[in-house]
């Protein structure tokens, strides 16, 4: 496969999914988003036995393109809703692949950026690197990556890392359970080696079979939790907060905000 936004390289057995747009910081683009469902799908259809994600130049993936934000001001509900879709298929797609993943991550990992760091079974952390779940800041609601948090971290740090919207750094990371281990930049590449060869080392029926029983005891609340994301991430981006948000991004000043109606709990 041809690709423009990722590089897709394997040796050994082990493939690696490259980020490659490092003058933007590997920000995503719908072009990337579908790139990297294609490379998962590839994947999960080949003879591989560990996928490594890694990104190329100073970061891991800072999230969402600039040029993407600019674009969200014009488009309507049905646009944003295939938005929606697209980014959970690709969370998906590395979350149910069949192999084990490991993610290199020696920058910053920030939005969506955190989420494919965080999806993976193993992340691989440099000193360096942070993780941050921003979207709150600039008026978005941070819906598809919320499902996948919880089931890592739990509800009363996920809440922690989505409501403040802050950022943390890979010791804090570790801590939290996002992170598996932390490695100097220089020793990055061979631990993610390492741990890949203990993994081919197993065996790959019982890799699999683990991987879709693990998948499978999580799948009713994750199909669930998904598509209440899709609700409230397509709901999200008709606000008022969400368009200045954006403006306010853009124009390199602080938000004001809207000051609303009480929030309201939901019946069920």
Not at 101 to 119: E, K, Y
Not at 211 to 217: C, E, S, T
Request: glycine share 6%; proline share 4%; net charge neutral.
């Amino acid at each position: 496969m041809d690709f423009k936004t990722i590089v897709v390289a394997e040796s050994a057995s082990i493939r690696t999914i490259t980020l490659n747009r490092p003058k933007r910081r590997n920000a995503m683009t719908p072009e990337m988003q579908m790139e990297l469902i294609a490379a998962l799908e590839d994947a999960a259809a080949s003879n591989c036995r560990v996928l490594v994600l890694a990104g190329a130049g100073e970061a891991f993936c800072s999230g969402l393109d600039l040029s993407e934000l600019q674009a969200m001001q014009d488009k309507d509900v049905a646009l944003h809703r295939r938005d929606a879709e697209r980014i959970a298929r690709l969370f998906l797609a590395l979350y149910e692949l069949p192999m084990p993943t490991i993610a290199a991550v020696h920058g910053a990992a920030i939005a969506g950026g955190a989420g494919l760091a965080t999806i993976c079974d193993f992340t691989l952390a440099t000193p360096a690197a942070q993780f941050g779940f921003t979207e709150a800041r600039i008026g978005f609601v941070p819906a598809l990556v919320s499902a996948f948090l919880a089931l890592q971290v739990g509800d009363k740090r996920s809440r922690d890392l989505l409501l403040t919207g802050r950022l943390i750094d890979a010791a804090e990371a570790y801590r939290m359970g996002l992170v598996s281990e932390i490695v100097g930049p220089e020793e990055l590449t061979q631990h993610v080696r390492a741990l890949a060869e203990v993994l081919i080392a197993n065996s790959p029926e019982s890799l699999k079979a683990t991987k879709r029983l693990m998948a499978a005891q999580n799948g009713a609340w994750l199909d669930t939790a998904v598509a209440e994301a899709l609700e409230a991430n397509a709901q999200s981006r008709e606000t008022a907060d969400f368009r200045e948000g954006i403006t306010a991004f853009l124009e390199k000043r602080k938000p004001v905000w809207a000051k609303g109606s009480p929030a309201r709990p939901r019946r069920r």
